[in-house]
């Protein structure tokens, strides 16, 4: 566990606060509805977007160091158990992934916080599987 140092600046500080998580998390919800590539993944959210627009911009907002929005209002993320109804398998990790790369970068974060970010998400996301292929 890596230890933040007093005063450190927080990813959520880094990143610009709430109005680029949502701006990024907009992005990839809207790509999601509107790129043939990402399918599979879109299939997965049912018909209306918005709850899980907001629950992801309430979750990445506290990851990151800001306000704990997803907490305060839900408890514990418990993300795998929460995800377990759903299948998620590497094309959907993939898609995700991918989805969420082309959001940071239509969105303008900067190169190295994307490159960091793409790195735990993959860690998460792959850790969120639970179907073999």
Known sequence: ???QEPNAPTLFD????EPVIRAMVDRFYDLMDLEPRYAELRAAHG????KAR????????GWMGGPDYFVE???HPRLRARHMPFKIGILERDQWLACMDQSMGETNIDP???ERLKASFFQTADWMRNVAN
Do not use: N, P, S, Y
Request: some cysteine; glycine content about 12%.
């Open 1 to 3: 566990m890596q230890i």
């Open 14 to 17: 880094t990143i610009g606060g």
């Open 47 to 50: 018909t209306d977007l918005d």
């Open 54 to 61: 907001d629950h992801l911009f309430w979750f990445l907002c």
């Open 73 to 75: 209002r839900f408890g």
């Open 112 to 114: 190295v916080l994307h």
